[in-house]
């Protein structure tokens, strides 16, 4: 079983600043997906990530895939309170058609 | 219009009871999956269709009876309910062999057993 480890778990910043959210693994992924969860709602893709060191920007945040394709980051340039949420890593394994989720990071960005 | 939709939104039942959870996609997707998401947000799958056929069976006891009528439904029974049933039930929907394999979800069904 494909393990992904999200840190931090949580995180609580003010508004305006920048963080950084981890997801890690031993193994290795053909492609990693980031999705933010808001309560009473499903995940919704933000990016997906295929190549080894590859950056992906949106808006404020910025994705990375590891080189080796066993990590990724979601960086958020001075964070807004619309960043509030659950942000989720899924990493897709070579048989290209399982996610499996690490197990998230809620953050909540103070006014 | 709901890309996937999953009913119902919200499922209160005594222990030992037997429900369903239904859901639809219009996506057009050949497979679809049920993930169960606990109190502390871990999304994990439990099953995996693609075109009516199980492909992903992970670990759930037996009471769980997925069932693909066609390949736009998957729809969850519960047996004998138990507490620790109590969970977020998402479908969610992708196409088979998409190398990214972008995954849609459901708004979710809260299931609270007591």
């Known amino acids: 079983t494909q393990l992904l480890e999200q840190s931090p778990q949580f995180l609580s910043i003010q508004e305006g600043e920048n963080l950084t959210v981890y997801c890690n693994s031993s193994?290795?992924?053909?492609?990693l997906q980031w999705y933010r969860q808001e309560p009473g709602e499903g995940p919704v893709l933000l990016v997906t990530?295929?190549?080894?060191?590859e950056v992906k920007k949106l808006k404020r945040l910025t994705f990375q895939f590891g080189d080796a394709r066993k990590d990724s980051s979601l960086h958020i340039t001075a964070a807004q309170p619309g960043d509030t949420g659950l942000y989720l890593c899924?990493?897709?394994?070579?048989?290209?058609?399982?996610?499996?989720f690490g197990g998230g990071t809620r953050l909540m960005v103070k006014p | 219009d709901t890309a996937v939709s999953q009913t119902p939104k919200y499922l209160v039942t005594q222990m030992g009871n037997d429900k369903s959870i239904k859901c639809e996609q219009n996506?057009?997707?050949?497979?679809m999956y049920w993930y169960k998401q606990d109190s502390k947000k871990f999304l994990k799958i439990m099953f995996s269709y693609n075109n009516k056929e199980l492909i992903i069976n992970e670990t759930v006891p037996n009471r769980f009876s997925p069932k693909s009528p066609d390949k736009a439904h998957l729809n969850l029974h519960i047996n004998s309910l138990e507490l620790g049933d109590s969970a977020v039930y998402f479908c969610?929907?992708?196409?088979?062999?998409?190398?990214?394999?972008?995954?849609?979800f459901g708004q979710g069904t809260r299931l609270t057993v007591v």
């Open positions: 969610a929907s992708s196409q088979w062999g998409a190398f990214q394999t972008e995954a849609f």
């Open positions: 899924a990493g897709a394994g070579n048989a290209g058609n399982m996610l499996t």
């Open positions: 996506l057009g997707h050949d497979t």
């Open positions: 990530v295929v190549t080894g060191g």
């Open positions: 193994s290795v992924f053909s492609s």
